[in-house]
């Protein structure tokens, strides 16, 4: 296994690693190209090393963790279609850990409807994804950074209004989310 293929390995929790290896070493591709390595998170209380960028798209075969990992790898394609194609399979309730770390990556990116999909996302997965921003705080402010930042270059003329913007919108929801987990505030009505 070259450094490429480990990087991918890595992005997922130990114990899934050998379905990791299975399915990386069974693709069909015959050139590797290189693998960009990104930032280092907590998942399921593991620290795993994000892929910033990959260069293959991987098919979703073997069992359903396979199928799952393939999707998951494929939403750090190069190409944003392929991104958004593949983890539109993803935005199911219920969704494993390992699936977590991708959905909070593209939070992050300036692909507009990819970011629609990661609301969707986090309306079936609000604590799980909640969850693993408040175990990652720093990498939390950095996607909101990225998102103010993005929202900047790309899409404030068609969201003048910061406020109104959708995604910040959506970063609001994932903060109450974040402060009734790590606060463990009950949902009470305001009693004077």
């Known amino acids: 296994m070259n450094a490429d293929e480990l990087a991918l390995v890595e992005t997922f929790p130990a114990a899934l690693r050998h379905e990791a290896e299975t399915l990386i070493l069974r693709q069909p591709y ?3 190209l290189p693998v960009r390595q ?3 998170v907590v998942s399921d209380d593991q620290t795993i090393r994000l892929v910033s960028r990959q260069y293959i798209v991987f098919h979703p075969t073997g069992n ?3 199928k799952l990992m393939a999707h998951c790898l494929n939403t750090r394609h190069h190409d944003g279609h392929v991104r958004e194609r593949h983890f539109k ?3 199911a309730a219920g969704q494993p850990e390992f699936v977590l770390p ?3 990556q593209l939070l992050g990116e300036y692909v507009l ?3 629609f999909d990661v609301a969707v996302f986090f309306e079936n ?3 799980a994804l909640a969850r693993f921003f408040a175990d990652n705080p720093l990498y939390w402010q950095k996607q909101k950074n990225r998102i ?3 929202w900047h270059c790309y899409h404030s003329c068609r969201y003048p209004d910061w406020q109104s913007y959708p995604v910040r919108l959506l970063t609001e929801k994932i903060d109450k989310e974040i402060a009734r987990i790590v606060f463990r505030r009950p949902l009470t009505p305001n009693v004077v």
């Open 30 to 32: 015959g050139s590797r």
């Open 38 to 40: 990104g930032e280092t």
């Open 64 to 66: 359903e963790i396979r």
């Open 89 to 91: 399979r993803l935005l």
């Open 102 to 104: 991708f959905a909070a």
């Open 113 to 115: 409807p990819i970011q």
């Open 125 to 127: 997965n609000d604590a």
């Open 148 to 150: 103010r930042s993005y």
